[in-house]
């Protein structure tokens, strides 16, 4: 036990380091304060329209559950981004390769750690925020569901590795089980009934119980199927460094067809960008139907798609910049501006066709008529230049850094605010659309794509000089 307790406080200690080098101390640790506020703003708004308690606490523990998805999988197989945005960095958790420690132990501890960690950093600040909408003595009853769902999540994480570890029958039956949830919810069988979300709901025993039952199983399944001795099989690739220069003549540009392969050749290849921009989709169906139920009229669904897809533009220019660093071309004979023409030609050609695919297939699953589709897709392409330009003016060539760095964040949501809440509350109040207003909707969208412009216009010099410092 006094192992587990020197390991377990080493992960803590690991994470916090982590996290303020890259950040800054400070920066870090007001994180959690700006969680609170804004959230707290957003749950006295949502107050205020008439939002009902229970749909936002849904809400809460659906956005909960698929952090915690997510936090597993940058844990634990996210290896490559690690390094890419940390150098060579060896994790605690993988230490049993180097001391005589039991890997399985390290991963029970690890999710141990990473439960703890977030439910003070982000789940605590998170439950206040909901102060407003709750009695005081309900705000305990929240955040452990949340805690829960969060573990939820991560404990699903690291069942599906753990199943890859045992090679092609692993990944069927994690695929099976999947596909199976997902089958059940569309039939529309009672899941909910076995999550944290149905104990804060009707607390009891037997809520308590179901809720206890589906990580424990998860658990389970990660301590007989995780495979110590598994190693990833090695990955080779053939030379595609000219073949990519032909398909694209009229740009000769070495650095875009270098992004193009680091991103093909990372984990998970471009199709991680198109399940980013499928994760948007989940989060705008839900929105939409939590607004729908909130104003009681028809929500229209192009504008309110093409205003939060523009949001692909953040993730996708993440996987764009994952391996790389302007200080890195310093001893290249490229010029800093090179660097990020080459990035936004990787966008152009990446980004753009996937968010406007993603949003054809929503426009048209929920039946946009012609004008609120037209605006809809001026938004999102607007929106997507325009946040293109906003991050490469905020953050340069290392946009993960808005993870944590709370004044970085803080300048982002904003500027993400300004042009998206406006154009939200147009998509959720005014059904059915005029002629005059779609069309101040796609003046709207091009005029958004010429502040990106702007944007990227100015800061490109700006970061030239910084990195040349």
Same mark, same amino acid.
């Given at each position: 036990?006094?192992?587990?307790?020197?390991?377990?406080?080493?992960?803590?200690?690991?994470?916090?380091? !982590?996290?303020?080098? #890259?950040?800054?101390?400070?920066?870090?640790?007001?994180?959690?304060?700006?969680?609170?506020?804004?959230?707290? =703003?957003?749950?006295?708004?949502?107050?205020?329209?008439?939002?009902?308690?229970?749909?936002?606490?849904?809400?809460?523990?659906?956005?909960?559950?698929?952090?915690?998805?997510?936090?597993?999988?940058?844990?634990?197989?996210?290896?490559?981004?690690?390094?890419?945005? !940390?150098?060579?960095?060896?994790?605690?958790?993988?230490?049993?390769?180097?001391?005589?420690?039991?890997?399985?132990?390290?991963?029970?501890?690890?999710?141990?750690?990473?439960?703890?960690?977030?439910?003070? /950093? /982000?789940? #605590?600040?998170?439950?206040? %925020?909901?102060?407003?909408?709750?009695?005081?003595?309900?705000?305990?009853?929240?955040? /452990?569901?949340?805690?829960?769902?969060?573990?939820?999540?991560?404990?699903?994480?690291?069942?599906?590795?753990?199943?890859?570890?045992?090679?092609?029958?692993?990944?069927?039956?994690?695929?099976?089980?999947?596909?199976?949830?997902?089958?059940?919810?569309?039939?529309?069988?009672?899941?909910?009934?076995?999550?944290?979300?149905?104990?804060?709901?009707?607390?009891?025993?037997?809520?308590?119980?179901?809720?206890?039952?589906?990580?424990?199983?998860?658990?389970?399944?990660?301590?007989?199927?995780?495979?110590?001795?598994?190693?990833?099989?090695?990955?080779?690739?053939?030379?595609?460094?000219?073949?990519?220069?032909?398909?694209?003549?009229?740009?000769?540009?070495?650095?875009?067809?270098?992004?193009?392969?680091?991103?093909?050749?990372?984990?998970?290849?471009?199709?991680?960008?198109? =399940?980013?921009?499928?994760? =948007?989709?989940?989060?705008?169906?839900? =929105?939409?139907?939590?607004?729908?139920?909130?104003?009681?009229?028809?929500?229209?669904?192009?504008?309110?798609?093409?205003?939060? !897809?523009?949001?692909? %533009?953040?993730?996708?220019?993440?996987? /764009?910049?994952?391996?790389?660093?302007?200080?890195?071309?310093?001893?290249?004979?490229?010029?800093?501006?090179?660097?990020?023409?080459?990035?936004?030609?990787?966008?152009?050609?990446?980004?753009?066709?996937?968010?406007?695919?993603?949003?054809?297939?929503?426009?048209?699953?929920?039946?946009?008529?012609?004008?609120?589709?037209?605006?809809?897709?001026?938004?999102?392409?607007?929106?997507?230049?325009?946040?293109?330009?906003?991050?490469?003016?905020?953050?340069?060539?290392?946009?993960?850094?808005?993870?944590?760095?709370?004044?970085?964040?803080?300048?982002?949501?904003?500027?993400?605010?300004?042009?998206?809440?406006? &154009?939200?509350?147009?998509?959720?109040?005014?059904?059915?659309?005029?002629?005059?207003? %779609?069309?101040?909707? &796609?003046?709207?969208?091009?005029?958004?794509?010429?502040?990106?412009?702007?944007?990227?216009?100015?800061?490109?010099?700006?970061?030239?000089?910084?990195?040349?410092?």
């Amino acid at each position: 036990m006094s192992a587990d307790r020197a390991v377990l406080a080493a992960m803590v200690r690991e994470e916090w380091r !982590l996290h303020s080098r #890259l950040f800054g101390g400070r920066r870090f640790a007001a994180f959690p304060v700006f969680v609170a506020l804004v959230g707290g =703003l957003t749950a006295w708004a949502l107050g205020t329209t008439g939002a009902e308690t229970g749909t936002v606490v849904a809400g809460a523990h659906v956005l909960v559950a698929l952090f915690g998805l997510q936090t597993g999988t940058v844990g634990l197989v996210g290896r490559d981004a690690m390094r890419g945005l !940390l150098g060579d960095t060896t994790l605690v958790v993988f230490s049993a390769h180097t001391l005589p420690l039991r890997q399985r132990r390290l991963l029970g501890l690890f999710l141990l750690k990473d439960v703890g960690y977030y439910a003070v /950093l /982000l789940l #605590l600040p998170l439950t206040v %925020a909901l102060a407003p909408l709750l009695p005081l003595a309900e705000l305990a009853l929240l955040w /452990l569901t949340l805690v829960w769902t969060f573990g939820l999540g991560l404990c699903a994480t690291v069942a599906a590795v753990s199943l890859a570890t045992r090679g092609r029958p692993g990944k069927v039956v994690a695929a099976l089980v999947a596909c199976a949830l997902g089958a059940a919810a569309l039939a529309g069988l009672p899941i909910a009934a076995a999550t944290p979300y149905a104990l804060f709901v009707a607390p009891g025993l037997t809520s308590a119980v179901a809720a206890a039952v589906p990580p424990l199983c998860l658990l389970a399944v990660a301590a007989l199927a995780y495979d110590p001795e598994h190693e990833p099989p090695a990955r080779t690739a053939e030379n595609a460094y000219r073949a990519w220069r032909r398909r694209v003549p009229a740009w000769d540009d070495p650095v875009f067809v270098k992004t193009m392969l680091d991103v093909s050749r990372s984990a998970g290849g471009y199709w991680k960008v198109l =399940l980013s921009a499928g994760i =948007l989709v989940a989060m705008s169906a839900f =929105l939409v139907s939590l607004a729908e139920a909130v104003v009681g009229l028809r929500v229209l669904p192009g504008v309110a798609f093409g205003s939060i !897809l523009g949001l692909t %533009a953040f993730t996708t220019y993440n996987w /764009l910049t994952q391996f790389d660093d302007g200080t890195a071309y310093a001893t290249l004979p490229v010029e800093t501006a090179a660097v990020f023409d080459a990035k936004r030609r990787a966008f152009a050609v990446l980004g753009l066709p996937t968010g406007v695919a993603c949003y054809a297939v929503a426009a048209l699953w929920r039946g946009a008529a012609p004008l609120d589709a037209i605006a809809g897709l001026a938004l999102c392409i607007g929106l997507q230049a325009y946040l293109f330009g906003l991050t490469v003016a905020l953050a340069g060539t290392q946009p993960n850094e808005f993870l944590f760095d709370t004044v970085l964040f803080a300048g982002f949501t904003l500027g993400v605010a300004l042009p998206l809440v406006p &154009v939200l509350v147009v998509g959720f109040v005014a059904a059915p659309l005029s002629a005059p207003l %779609a069309a101040a909707l &796609v003046v709207a969208g091009v005029g958004l794509a010429g502040v990106g412009h702007v944007l990227y216009g100015r800061a490109v010099p700006r970061w030239r000089e910084r990195y040349r410092e």
